[in-house]
């Protein structure tokens, strides 16, 4: 981090067993993305006369380059924050997970999925039962009528674009699940 923690406690005395715990838990974050510039931590107790049944309400407040991220627990949800601790570690968890999906997008690491081998029926041999695709990459896959789902065989006409499983076949590469696309085009 590049500035020091800021904890403040309010409607309570300053503890310093929840500081410490509180830097532990800042650390931690630190390790998660360690460009965090600032990190700011508000305990607050709900009544300050209560001896039992205080409710506490702990907000993380961590400014990063492009913004700021604020988790917190809200109390009138969950009687467990009637410990401070477990308000602190719930806060500090929801702050973690909001910087990992904030580290994932600077970094660009988004799920993509890839496109699955597809081509268009080349040639079909009704008589034999088989037929030909021509993938986008120019190679012939050979395909078995029972490889067709969701659709009749007797009912394929050449250029139709499809999608398909390949595997090794015997005599080079089959395709073992083919389906028609129709009308929803994969893009690449």
């Given at each position: 981090?590049?500035?020091?923690?800021q904890?403040?406690?309010?409607?309570?005395?300053?503890?310093?067993?929840?500081?410490?715990?509180?830097?532990e838990?800042?650390?931690?974050?630190?390790?998660?993305?360690?460009r965090?510039?600032?990190?700011?931590?508000m305990?607050?107790c709900?009544?300050r006369?209560?001896?039992?049944?205080?409710?506490?309400?702990?907000?993380?407040?961590?400014?990063?380059?492009?913004?700021?991220?604020?988790?917190?627990?809200?109390?009138?949800?969950?009687?467990?924050?009637?410990?401070?601790?477990?308000?602190?570690?719930?806060a500090?968890?929801?702050?973690?997970?909001?910087?990992?999906?904030?580290?994932?997008?600077?970094q660009?690491?988004?799920?993509?999925?890839?496109?699955?081998?597809?081509?268009?029926?080349?040639?079909?041999?009704?008589?034999?039962?088989?037929?030909?695709?021509?993938?986008?990459?120019?190679?012939?896959?050979?395909?078995?009528?029972?490889?067709?789902?969701?659709?009749?065989?007797?009912?394929?006409?050449?250029?139709?674009e499809v999608?398909?499983?390949?595997?090794?076949?015997?005599?080079?590469?089959?395709?073992?699940?083919?389906?028609?696309?129709?009308?929803?085009?994969?893009?690449?």
């Open positions: 981090m590049q500035l020091p923690i904890i403040t406690f309010r409607n309570m005395a300053a503890s310093e067993a929840m500081e410490a715990k509180i830097r838990k800042a650390v931690k974050l630190d390790q998660v993305y360690a965090i510039m600032s990190c700011r931590v305990v607050e709900s009544h006369h209560h001896q039992q049944g205080n409710i506490y309400h702990v907000t993380v407040d961590l400014t990063v380059p492009d913004g700021e991220l604020i988790a917190s627990r809200e109390p009138d949800l969950n009687h467990a924050y009637e410990d401070a601790y477990v308000a602190i570690r719930d500090f968890n929801a702050a973690r997970r909001q910087l990992q999906n904030y580290a994932s997008r600077r660009r690491n988004v799920k993509s999925h890839a496109v699955p081998p597809h081509g268009h029926i080349a040639s079909l041999y009704p008589d034999m039962n088989y037929g030909k695709i021509l993938t986008a990459d120019g190679k012939e896959v050979y395909f078995h009528r029972n490889s067709i789902v969701d659709a009749d065989f007797d009912k394929l006409s050449e250029g139709e999608r398909f499983v390949e595997v090794a076949g015997e005599l080079g590469p089959q395709a073992s699940t083919v389906r028609v696309i129709g009308k929803h085009h994969l893009v690449e």
